[in-house]
């Protein structure tokens, strides 16, 4: 696809909890605030995303539709199901991709299914044996670290985790504009004995490659801000993303019933609700739109399953991005320049 | 050691970050509070300890104190530091207890020598093949629930991971009070097929055994309280638990920077504080005394690095109660309750 050209961002309309209502609302705000600077292909069953686009006035916009009727459920077993439903928006989005007819696919549907059919329509980039899906933390320090793999590949070799730590490089650089990117492995203390085989052996490949690598990171340095890169396999990822991601709303629950229990606390809790709430806005993890599947030989871009529409709008932001920098390309340049033992 | 006589505690003196400071006045807190329901022996610096002693009007307070001259401190390699230091605290403190002159040992200290020394001086009971280290954790529900392993073992193999849960149970029932305790694997999905090999056999074991057993918890579950007893390797328990240790302290900075930026705020703010403090209380793991090694034949228990004062004397009552209520005992008969199959 030439510069010239419009992006194409096929977008999953039945992807998501509150699909397609809040997809095409996030959608239809990415184009009106953007002026129309890519094309939305909304990708799903006609019928239903007319009728949800009937709500708004979506004159100039530059949209087209794709029908799909079957719809992939967030229950569903990815693989059983894109086996049985070739006409769901997960399948037809991602062949459209692979067809070219499309620069990217964004969806905030079944992870699993988006990931399976990423990585058998789309296939994997040379050098890359394993895609990896990354996830961005707020940090203290301001900076956004993302950590890989986060539920993508549960048991990982140590040149697995060595890929994850150039590609999560690349995006650190490229998307969350950290220069040098300090990378880290994640483990149970930071001396580099700590750890068991496989994490030692990816030490050693780290600290033999041209990463900027620190070394080990433990957990309590996650929202310190200390790398910008934290790897790890996709078990410990997933279960530190998860745990995270609860704190938030269980804290929050707390401090509400704390606060209903008199009017003095209600009334000191409602001045500082506003503040608190953005005091800690960067931390609400469903404000990012959405994490990126790297490795794959296209731009896959997966939304949080309970997106909102502004989540929604961020994610089709993400994939333009992706997109027009170029970051396949660059994590092809970086295996030449990073890799110095190839297999473990 | 018989039921009429005073229950003996060797504490480690010279454990900690504030050692011997908060160790003394912990521990003179509980003698005085519990009107000196046990003995306290100091382990450590002689001289020091009784220069810190000096503070405080003692008479009438049951402790001794045993001098043990060398210190093994917070960066010191575990068994390096063992084997050079023999009249170490946490040495001499372990034999004590192995000789039997005392019925339980607790320290602040390096948690590695701790657990090495118990694991090497006290052995393990019999059918224990992997002792650990387990944390509880305050969930939403108003339970705690306990997560073992965070830390002692890195690598584990499915019938280690059954021996936790067997452990994990007795602790959650007799010192936490949960009735039945329910039982579940720390997981990146719900669904029985998830993970790699080592969590499907332990997802097995766990099955077939008597053990209430309620499947798979994701990380979004822990703090929920889903489950009693959370069952995982050291090295996801390990990182999970030092995340969350580090997320409070997150928190709390960041609200402080957002209050301190003006007037109005501040004020709120300072309305605020004390309510946000009580909400919160549970959540700071600073409140706990300390966490069991359990496996081991004898009581060890480790408190935290940066202990305050209530928090060491928390750590001397939870080792009381470990050996008043004897938990030991109450494995090894759960382990011929509970297994089923010996190995895998």
Same mark, same amino acid.
């Given at each position: 696809?030439?510069? @010239?050209?419009?992006?194409?961002?096929?977008?999953?309309?039945? #992807?998501?909890?509150?699909?397609?209502?809040?997809?095409?609302?996030?959608?239809?705000?990415?184009?009106?605030?953007?002026?129309?600077?890519?094309?939305?292909?909304?990708?799903?069953?006609?019928?239903?995303?007319?009728?949800?686009?009937?709500?708004?006035?979506?004159?100039?916009? @530059?949209?087209?539709?794709?029908?799909?009727?079957?719809?992939?459920?967030?229950?569903?077993?990815?693989?059983?199901?894109?086996?049985?439903?070739?006409?769901?928006?997960?399948?037809?989005?991602?062949?459209?991709?692979?067809?070219?007819?499309?620069?990217?696919?964004? @969806?905030?549907?079944?992870?699993?299914?988006?990931?399976?059919?990423?990585?058998?329509?789309?296939?994997?980039?040379?050098?890359?044996?394993?895609?990896?899906?990354?996830?961005?933390?707020?940090?203290?320090?301001?900076?956004?670290?993302?950590?890989?793999?986060?539920?993508?590949?549960?048991?990982?070799?140590?040149?697995?985790?060595?890929?994850?730590?150039?590609?999560? @490089?690349?995006?650190?650089?490229?998307?969350?504009?950290?220069?040098?990117?300090?990378?880290?492995?994640?483990?149970?203390?930071?001396?580099?004995?700590?750890?068991?085989?496989?994490?030692?052996?990816?030490?050693?490949?780290?600290?033999?490659?041209?990463?900027?690598?620190?070394?080990?990171?433990? #957990?309590?340095?996650?929202?310190?801000?200390?790398?910008?890169?934290?790897?790890?396999?996709?078990?410990?990822?997933?279960?530190?993303?998860?745990?995270?991601?609860?704190?938030?709303?269980?804290?929050?629950?707390?401090?509400?019933?704390?606060?209903?229990?008199?009017?003095?606390?209600?009334?000191?809790?409602?001045?500082?609700?506003?503040?608190?709430?953005?005091?800690?806005?960067?931390?609400?993890?469903?404000?990012?739109?959405?994490?990126?599947?790297?490795?794959?030989?296209?731009?896959?871009?997966?939304?949080? #399953?309970?997106?909102?529409?502004?989540?929604?709008?961020?994610?089709?932001?993400?994939?333009?991005?992706?997109?027009?920098?170029?970051?396949?390309?660059?994590?092809?340049?970086?295996?030449?320049?990073?890799?110095?033992?190839?297999?473990?």
């Amino acid at each position: 696809m030439e510069n @010239s050209k419009k992006i194409k961002i096929a977008v999953d309309a039945m #992807g998501g909890d509150y699909a397609p209502e809040n997809v095409i609302e996030g959608a239809i705000m990415a184009l009106r605030e953007s002026n129309n600077r890519f094309e939305i292909v909304f990708v799903g069953d006609e019928e239903k995303i007319k009728n949800e686009l009937r709500k708004y006035d979506t004159i100039g916009l @530059s949209y087209s539709i794709v029908d799909a009727p079957q719809v992939i459920g967030m229950d569903d077993i990815p693989t059983v199901a894109l086996r049985r439903k070739k006409n769901s928006s997960i399948v037809v989005g991602m062949k459209l991709h692979s067809d070219g007819e499309v620069d990217a696919f964004a @969806s905030a549907g079944n992870t699993g299914a988006v990931l399976t059919a990423a990585t058998f329509i789309l296939g994997r980039i040379e050098g890359i044996s394993r895609p990896t899906i990354g996830s961005v933390f707020p940090t203290e320090s301001g900076r956004k670290s993302i950590m890989l793999d986060v539920g993508a590949n549960v048991d990982c070799k140590p040149n697995h985790l060595f890929e994850f730590a150039i590609m999560g @490089s690349i995006y650190s650089s490229e998307i969350l504009g950290q220069k040098n990117p300090k990378v880290a492995l994640l483990n149970i203390g930071e001396e580099s004995t700590k750890g068991g085989d496989v994490v030692l052996q990816a030490y050693q490949l780290l600290s033999e490659s041209k990463l900027n690598f620190a070394g080990n990171v433990e #957990g309590r340095d996650i929202l310190l801000g200390k790398a910008d890169v934290i790897v790890c396999d996709g078990f410990v990822g997933n279960i530190v993303l998860k745990f995270a991601e609860s704190v938030l709303g269980v804290l929050k629950r707390k401090l509400r019933n704390y606060a209903m229990r008199n009017i003095f606390r209600r009334l000191t809790f409602g001045l500082l609700a506003r503040g608190l709430r953005k005091a800690l806005k960067e931390f609400d993890y469903q404000e990012y739109g959405g994490v990126p599947f790297l490795g794959v030989n296209g731009v896959a871009i997966i939304g949080h #399953g309970s997106s909102t529409a502004v989540a929604i709008k961020n994610m089709i932001y993400r994939a333009e991005e992706t997109v027009y920098k170029k970051i396949n390309q660059k994590i092809k340049e970086a295996l030449k320049t990073y890799k110095i033992k190839a297999e473990v």
